[in-house]
């Protein structure tokens, strides 16, 4: 073992998921273990091999067999047990929930070890509360009382969290996102293209965003809205493009080279109702686009400066979700000062910076277990 560096588990629900929460927990997985750590990655569910590419020296690992073990789950005791018995076998100095809802296990597992906790959220607590997310409430009441740090994306939500739950302010650390793109591409205004990507759902907007384009089409321009993603509102929203008799709309569904569509975008809009820490913001700024975006919980206004970077709208505001477009594409001296700002300000999302604050978090928690 390397007692320098310490042991670490990212522990994930089903790791074989595609979903955000899966690909940066990978991303700060494989920083970790290419700087020495020796790194776990343990996946409550065997439904496969894990979607994202790991580090060859990434040790992975699976708590429970679904066909075999799904009613033995269901007893809490015994995935508890056999969580504990895996940090102690694998003689583990923390383990790294990439989900708070696991911490209803994890809490309890190292009880009584000399393994620590580091509890890392993905939603908010506004979003926890309007989806009603008991589950998760429940082990924020564990991760009180047992972790070592409560990871959050946003101070805004570490601000509302050491408020609700009373958490002492050293134990409650804001760690955004990191940003892996490395892009060097030109910015294209003259393309006329305003940009959207992610799964449509109800809780991204788009719905929203058609009503405001509605608005925006009755100025006569020649613009373009492109939607990337695919979910279960996709034919529903495709039915109110009709009802809104919208000409300039493309539902481009989902794409392996997203990319593609970030390079040859003049503008990003964003109409979430609510988000964790968007993504999607990060990489479109990568490719030196301004965003227009609500002003949702939690994210976009530490990613945004009204004016500077982009436009940052009251929540909800479809009206003036749809001026700020009308204003964007009459001003094209000042979209391209716009793009400037956006490249530098996703400078401050380098993957290295944050990983350096992954790894003086980790410090810190080792020092605090007394090594």
């Known amino acids: ?206 719905d929203l965003l058609l009503q405001a384009w509605s608005e925006f089409e009755r100025n006569g321009t020649d613009w373009k809205l492109i939607i990337v993603g695919k979910g279960e509102q996709g034919e529903e929203l495709k039915e109110l493009c009709k009802l809104l008799q919208l000409k300039n709309v493309e539902f481009a569904g989902h794409s392996d080279h997203v990319e593609n569509y970030y390079k040859t975008a003049s503008c990003f809009v964003l109409s979430s109702r609510f988000e964790g820490f968007p993504m999607v913001i990060i990489e479109a700024q990568s490719f030196a686009l301004p965003v227009i975006a609500f002003d949702c919980k939690t994210g976009p206004r530490e990613l945004i400066k009204d004016g500077y970077n982009g436009y940052l709208v009251e929540d909800g505001d479809i009206h003036t979700l749809s001026n700020c477009m009308c204003d964007f594409v009459k001003n094209r001296d000042k979209a391209f000062q716009m793009s400037k700002k956006a490249r530098h300000t996703v400078s401050e999302f380098n993957l290295d910076k944050i990983i350096v604050r992954w790894i003086d978090l980790i410090n810190e928690v080792l020092v605090g277990r007394g090594d």
């Not at 320098?4 to 955000?20: E, M, N």
């Open 1 to 206: 073992m390397n007692k320098k560096r310490g042991r670490i588990c990212f522990i994930s629900g089903v790791i074989s998921r595609s979903g955000g929460t899966e690909r940066v927990g990978s991303i700060i997985a494989n920083s970790l273990s290419q700087k020495g750590y020796d790194i776990y990655i343990l996946s409550y569910w065997n439904h496969g091999k894990p979607y994202f590419p790991l580090d060859e020296k990434i040790h992975v690992h699976y708590l429970l067999d679904p066909k075999k073990e799904g009613k033995l789950y269901r007893t809490y005791i015994y995935p508890v047990l056999k969580l504990r018995h895996f940090i102690m076998k694998n003689k583990l100095d923390i383990v790294i929930d990439i989900d708070t809802e696991l911490a209803r296990y994890s809490a309890i597992a190292i009880h009584g070890t000399r393994c620590k906790l580091i509890s890392w959220e993905h939603f908010n607590y506004w979003t926890m509360l309007k989806l009603g997310e008991r589950k998760r409430f429940i082990a924020k009441r564990l991760i009180k009382k047992f972790a070592s740090k409560l990871v959050v994306l946003t101070d805004e939500d570490r601000l509302k969290h050491i408020e609700v739950y009373n958490l002492p302010e050293k134990k409650v650390c804001t760690m955004p996102n990191p940003c892996v793109s490395n892009v060097n591409s030109d910015y294209n205004f003259d393309n006329h293209i305003f940009l959207a990507v992610g799964r449509l759902t109800q809780e991204k907007g788009y």
